[in-house]
């Protein structure tokens, strides 16, 4: 599965913004997929995904009660709604699949992705 992450920019504290992650070549219906992030200078860290079942999402503390993860089947595409965003959501935020784990278990360590888009820049001013 190819994927090809979009709708990174520059945003103002407190604003908001809608990330994409378009999948061509295979369904995402069966994988497993989530984002995570990579700020200058630090290691990349989790940010949000889900199962292969799709029933169970996991969010990194940083980002819960402002991140929503989802997904359209039909479009072929998983999302994540950013709200109330922080100088520190400053990152190049990338998605990534897998359809080697099993069905009802999120999994945060990145590691266990097998495919990953490009990245996309989300820059946060304060």
Known sequence: VQLQASG??????GGSLRLSCA???R???N????WFRQ???KE?????????????TSYADSVKERFTISKDNAKNTMYVQMNSLKPEDTAVYYCAATDKVPYHIVYRMGNVYDYWGQGTLVTVSS
Do not use: K, W
């Open 31 to 34: 994988y497993a997929m989530g």
């Open 8 to 13: 990174g920019g520059l945003v103002q504290a």
């Open 44 to 56: 990349r860290e989790f940010v949000a995904a889900f199962s292969r079942s799709g029933g169970a």
């Open 27 to 29: 369904t995402i219906s």
């Open 23 to 25: 999948a061509s070549g």
């Open 39 to 41: 700020a200058p200078g």
